[in-house]
């Protein structure tokens, strides 16, 4: 079972399923969360870095208008790396909660 923000489900502490199941969980969980923190967390870091060397460069020719623009564009990228994270963090507690018990 997947959580809403789309994360697979790693079984949590679902003992009753087979040693190969819960591994195979385990590892589509972590896979997907290498690609969502690549593709999201990381590509965002990345252009706040070009950015703010674009900041600096506009700053040390005299391009103010430059670097304004450049400096006005890093905070919404480092605060949506910011909100994916805390999703991300969020959905990893929640797998990690023993699953509902079915008796």
């Given amino acids: ?8 489900d790693s079984g949590g502490a679902d ?3 087979p040693a190969g199941a819960r591994a195979a969980a ?10 969502l923190i ?7 870091l990345a252009l706040a870095m070009l950015q703010a060397d ?6 040390e020719a005299g391009d ?8 006005s564009g890093i905070v919404p990228q480092l605060q949506a790396a910011v909100e994916t994270l ?11 909660q023993p699953s509902p018990s079915k008796d």
């Fill in 38 to 44: 690549h593709d999201s967390v990381l590509q965002s």
């Fill in 1 to 8: 079972m997947a959580h809403p923000s789309g994360i697979p």
């Fill in 86 to 96: 805390r999703g991300v963090i969020r959905d990893l507690q929640a797998a990690a």
């Fill in 15 to 17: 003992l009753s399923l």
């Fill in 54 to 59: 674009l900041c600096r460069r506009g700053i």
């Fill in 26 to 35: 385990t590892t589509a969980l972590c896979d997907h969360l290498a690609k």
């Fill in 64 to 71: 103010r208008e430059l670097a304004l623009s450049e400096l």
